[in-house]
């Protein structure tokens, strides 16, 4: 009567732990070396199984699923890597595109120049009846204030035009910026943006970075609100 078990020797070439074997189990860990393995296990199976007792058929599709799902996720992964690179290299291409260019991006400081202020901004989580601005120098001095009026939710861009509260010119350097908003009385939350423009790219393993000068740094390319 033939047998419906397999020799411990296919066993051992089916799992890779024959001296045979044991130089190529870095290729095994492949779906298709794993395929090729099921198959010849299979294959022996069959031969071997006593006809009065076959094997399960709902075990033989069972493991069929098995490796078909292991095949299926190598491919997905290999899918995904492809998706990455591709998303990897549109972003660089963004970035190039932003030399050059002024950008708002989260920070608190307007810069003075020749009368000149460089724009600010806010970005709020929703809409405002209510957003005010202040204005102060390297000591904290609040040099001017006013009012926004009420703002949509989003990202919004301003210039203030470089005078104090008395109406006087101020002077060049470098000043705060602090944007409160509200509705129906009640804080919201705002994140106040300066201005910058983007003198390079710069690579990193979490994406192009934009050089936006020795004072700011380098910030992601998601920092960026709004491009001027």
């Keep these: 009567m033939i047998n419906n078990t397999i020799d ?14 044991s130089s190529s189990s870095s ?20 031969q071997n199984q006593d006809p009065l007792q076959p094997m399960d058929n709902s075990q033989m599709v069972t493991q069929l699923a098995q490796i078909n799902t292991v095949s299926g996720i190598q491919s997905l992964n290999a899918t995904l890597q492809g998706i990455t690179g591709q ?4 972003e660089a291409l963004q970035a190039a595109t932003l ?41 904290g001095t609040v040099v001017r204030q006013y009012d926004l009026g ?12 470089a005078t104090q509260t008395d109406g006087s010119q101020a002077p060049d350097g470098a000043y705060t910026v602090t ?8 804080a919201l939350t705002s994140t106040t943006l300066d201005y910058a ?9 979490k994406g ?8 700011q740094g380098t910030v992601a390319l998601s920092d960026v609100r709004q491009v001027l």
Excluded: C, Y
Aim: no cysteine; aromatic share 4%; charged share 10%.
């Design 8 to 21: 411990s020797s296919v066993i051992s070439k089916m799992n890779g732990t024959s001296s045979s074997s």
């Design 27 to 46: 290729t095994q860990s492949t779906a298709e070396a794993l395929q090729s393995n099921f198959m010849t296990l299979l294959t022996t199976q069959l």
């Design 87 to 90: 998303i990897s290299q549109s």
């Design 99 to 139: 030399v050059g260019k002024g950008v708002l991006v989260p920070g608190d400081q307007i810069k003075v120049g020749s009368g000149v202020a460089t724009p600010f901004g806010v970005e709020l989580t929703s809409a405002a009846d209510s957003v005010s601005v202040s204005i102060a120098d390297s000591s």
């Design 150 to 161: 009420a703002l949509d939710a989003g990202v919004h861009s301003f210039s203030w035009d």
């Design 179 to 186: 944007i409160k908003a509200s509705s129906k009385g009640q």
């Design 197 to 205: 423009q983007v003198s390079g790219v710069t690579r990193s393993d």
């Design 208 to 215: 192009p970075l934009l050089n936006l000068g020795a004072v």
